[in-house]
């Protein structure tokens, strides 16, 4: 039976956080009447993501960005790039422009940290949001919107081995990343059997060969974990191709992917509700900016995990559609 409590608090997490924003919104606009946002002022935030191209999952996160850039009167600036020096590049070219805020990724901190924190040190307010949520403080940054992806990935294991018991293979698309590495490690946590299968998700018919290659070797694979619903697309046609009866269970949605768990075809998926991380970290830095809001009082704001499966995918379903969910 699938356990709603992690859902629920990811959920709650979320909501509160909304309605603190909201509230703390409206209680700028009273105060502010004299100047910032309520008078008419823009403001520009940069947001630097390392989006591959030809990914799909960062659609939402911009489309939670840009109606928050709406909302707010904030210019946008977004630039990605899926390689760490050259995504700290584009955020020291962010610093050198002189935005007003800024939004990052952190999927190898190590590279990407040390750019973030130039920011700090220029006077410039930085959150991080999707990637990075363990060592984003290290860097001075304000605020983390995101999932908690060793939850994640320990929700995953357990209910496959309540469901799907058997051999799993966890697959990661972009080795080293940190939030993708958190996601199977949690998985092995609560699944022993799982190991690591590594792809090249930037070339999704080579991903299907890697994955069909590993069945065919194993036959004994009961369940492919993916990370991406990209990479669950290709794992399907890598499953079908190899005869196996594996089946999927993935991170992250999209309208064809929701359609899988209606029609069966994929077990279920865990959402990070990505329209949400784009939507907070704009936000947040607009509050930062225009009533001098304190975003770095609490923890990380949690997005997910949100477990979507036959349960509860009709009434997603329209908001997939629609490039929210």
């Not at 009167?73 to 700290?88: C, E, F, V």
């Not at 901190?109 to 930085?126: E, F, M, T």
């Not at 060969?209 to 065919?216: C, H």
Request: hydrophobic share 35%; aromatic share 4%; charged share 15%.
């Amino acid at each position: 039976m699938r356990s709603t409590r992690r859902p629920l608090k990811a959920l709650v997490a979320v909501t509160a956080a909304t309605m603190a924003l909201a509230a703390c919104s409206s209680e700028g606009g009273a105060k502010n009447s004299g100047g910032g946002a309520s008078s008419g002022e823009s403001y520009t935030i940069a947001m630097v993501t390392h989006e591959a191209p030809g990914d799909t999952f960062w659609d939402k996160i911009r489309n939670g960005a840009e109606a928050a850039a709406k909302n707010h009167n904030i210019t946008l600036k977004y630039s990605n790039d899926p390689d760490a020096g050259q995504q700290a590049t584009l955020i020291q070219n962010a610093v050198s422009s002189k935005v007003d805020g800024l939004a990052v990724t952190m999927p190898n901190p190590d590279a990407i940290g040390p750019a973030a924190q130039k920011a700090v040190s220029a006077g410039i307010p930085v959150v991080a949001f999707n990637a990075g949520g363990d060592t984003y403080k290290d860097y001075g940054i304000l605020m983390y919107f995101g999932s908690n992806e060793d939850l994640a990935g320990q929700s995953v294991g357990t209910k496959i081995t309540q469901d799907n018991p058997g051999k799993t293979i966890c697959v990661i698309q972009e080795q080293g990343q940190v939030q993708l590495e958190t996601r199977c490690a949690g998985v092995a946590k609560t699944d022993p059997s799982s190991e690591v299968l590594y792809v090249n998700g930037r070339d999704l018919p080579s991903v299907q060969q890697t994955i069909g290659a590993k069945l065919q070797e194993d036959p004994t694979i009961a369940n492919v974990v993916t990370l991406g619903a990209d990479i669950a697309l290709a794992s399907q046609k890598a499953i079908a191709d190899a005869g196996s009866k594996a089946q999927v269970a993935t991170f992250d949605l999209n309208a064809d992917v929701a359609q899988q768990i209606k029609d069966g075809g994929i077990a279920f998926t865990v959402d990070q509700q990505p329209y949400v991380q784009g939507y907070l970290a704009v936000t947040s830095l607009w509050l930062n900016l225009t009533n001098g809001n304190d975003i770095g009082g609490g923890g990380p704001v949690l997005t997910g995990p949100s477990i979507v499966d036959s349960s509860n995918i009709d009434k997603i379903i329209p908001y997939t559609k629609n490039n929210t969910r």
